[in-house]
């Protein structure tokens, strides 16, 4: 009996179970992580950071003496934050793995001033709300058009382009800390169309001067950006070309005075005109995407080592109204 009844058991656990019993469920893998190894350095002026605080997804580290730090970390995309004595605080992302990653903090102190850096890089002196930066993603071609100008009929000098060649020579390397040559020039008749991405045109034209700008000795169609149009009211005007480029990369007219800027006419009097405060600042601007922000804060679609944050845009123009000074030498 005992053997009977155990078998129809059998048959009827078998007839009820549906088969073989469900498989142990696998918990899932543990996200991978990477080990993100880098060295962080000063901006412009380099040599590295130490003792700064590195805080990425939770996972903090310090920077050693020759500014290296590592942090383990899930891989994928963090945001990042940079802190600590000496340093303007910065975050930004990073992907894990990057390889060796190469990040840089402003240091306080020297030249570096945040009222003066808000003024000429994120027109903090023209009133309404901060703007972001807007440095060059690309060089740009430089259009000299050598037409005469319309107004007069006057011939453009030989001496007049040689001098404008050499200002986007000296002034675009200067301010951009070498990241860009400004040795994309072409003297033409023939320049393309205003605001032709990768473009920057510089032209004399009294008519138009006094049309957009009344009575200004120049102005820029807009600041910084991927195109722009310079345009001269009358050859001798022609001295303002550093200035003008410095606009075409991004810099406004710092109006609170508070440091000697070419900007505003006020330091060097010799050409390329630019003042140590005014070439700290903008060779800051030029190791950041567009985007950044006050204090130093990167958009999140910039990842270091990835993808570019997407550009803003501005309107123009910006005018340039400054006293008499004495010509260089064209």
Request: proline share 11%; net charge negative.
């Amino acid at each position: 009996m005992k053997a009977g009844w155990f078998a129809a058991c059998g048959l009827v656990l078998g007839s009820c179970g549906g088969g073989e019993p469900p498989a142990p469920t696998t918990p899932p893998a543990p996200p991978a992580s990477a080990s993100v190894r880098g060295v962080l350095t000063r901006t412009v002026e380099g040599g590295p950071v130490a003792g700064a605080t590195l805080n990425a997804g939770g996972v903090t580290a310090r920077s050693a003496a020759d500014g290296s730090f590592a942090l383990d970390l899930p891989a994928g995309e963090h945001r990042i934050t940079v802190s600590g004595p000496g340093i303007v605080e910065r975050t930004t992302s990073i992907r894990a793995p990057n390889g060796a990653l190469a990040l840089d903090a402003i240091p306080t102190g020297g030249p570096w001033t945040l009222d003066f850096y808000r003024e000429l890089a994120r027109n903090g002196a023209g009133g309404g709300d901060l703007q972001p930066l807007i440095p060059w993603e690309a060089e740009p071609t430089f259009y000299i058009d050598a037409r005469p100008e319309p107004t007069t009929g006057a011939e453009i000098p030989a001496e007049t382009i040689d001098f404008v060649r050499e200002a986007i020579r000296i002034t675009v390397p200067l301010l951009s800390a070498g990241r860009y040559r400004g040795e994309r020039i072409e003297v033409t008749r023939e320049p393309p169309a205003d605001m032709t991405p990768g473009t920057v045109i510089l032209r004399w034209n009294t008519a138009e001067v006094s049309e957009h700008a009344e009575t200004a000795n120049a102005f820029a169609y807009r600041v910084g950006g991927d195109a722009n149009v310079v345009v001269f009211r009358h050859i001798p005007e022609t001295w303002a070309v550093h200035h003008e480029i410095g606009h075409v990369m991004g810099l406004y007219h710092p109006l609170g005075g508070l440091r000697p800027s070419h900007m505003w006419y006020s330091g060097e009097l010799e050409p390329p005109h630019f003042t140590e405060w005014d070439i700290f600042h903008a060779q800051a601007i030029y190791a950041r995407p567009p985007g950044n922000k006050d204090v130093d804060v990167d958009p999140p679609g910039f990842v270091i080592g990835g993808t570019a944050a997407a550009a803003p845009t501005r309107a123009g123009p910006i005018v340039c109204s400054f006293p008499e000074r004495p010509p260089q030498g064209h």
